[in-house]
């Protein structure tokens, strides 16, 4: 059974870092599409960044292009998002997500991606 678990969030001022971690068990991230979505409080579900079949292209939401990079460790087993330039608006529930039969025009819906971690929350306060 594939299993994501994510960690890495936290309480952080207006232009702080953080790192989010997602680690997978009972497969790896290779060969198919992986990617961080959040969820603002009252809100859907909303597409930041996805890394297409490793070794493929990464893909982001405009809202954070620039300031947020998604990558993994060697072992494909990790993925992470580096935060910089934290905004208020970056607050909310990020949940990583892998999609074994993802295709590239589908990597930004929800829908794309089969398995999905518990979340963790970042909010970014002054």
């Known amino acids: 059974q594939v299993q994501l678990v994510e960690s890495g969030g936290g309480l952080v001022r207006p232009g702080d870092s953080l790192r989010l971690s997602c680690t997978v068990s009972?497969?790896?991230?290779?060969?198919?599409?992986v990617a961080w979505f959040r969820q603002p409080a009252g809100k859907d579900r909303e597409f930041v960044a996805s890394?297409?079949?490793?070794?493929?292209?990464?893909y982001y939401d405009d809202s954070v292009k620039g300031r947020f990079t998604i990558s993994t460790d060697s072992a494909k087993r990790t993925v992470f998002l580096q935060m910089n330039s934290l905004k208020a608006e970056d607050t909310a529930v990020y949940y990583c997500?892998?999609?074994?039969?993802?295709?590239?025009?589908?990597?930004?819906?929800?829908?794309?991606?089969?398995?999905w971690g518990q979340g963790t929350q970042v909010t970014v306060s002054s």
């Open positions: 997500a892998r999609g074994q039969r993802a295709i590239l025009s589908s990597i930004r819906f929800p829908t794309a991606y089969d398995q």
């Open positions: 009972g497969a790896t991230f290779s060969n198919v599409a």
């Open positions: 890394l297409f079949r490793y070794p493929g292209r990464t």
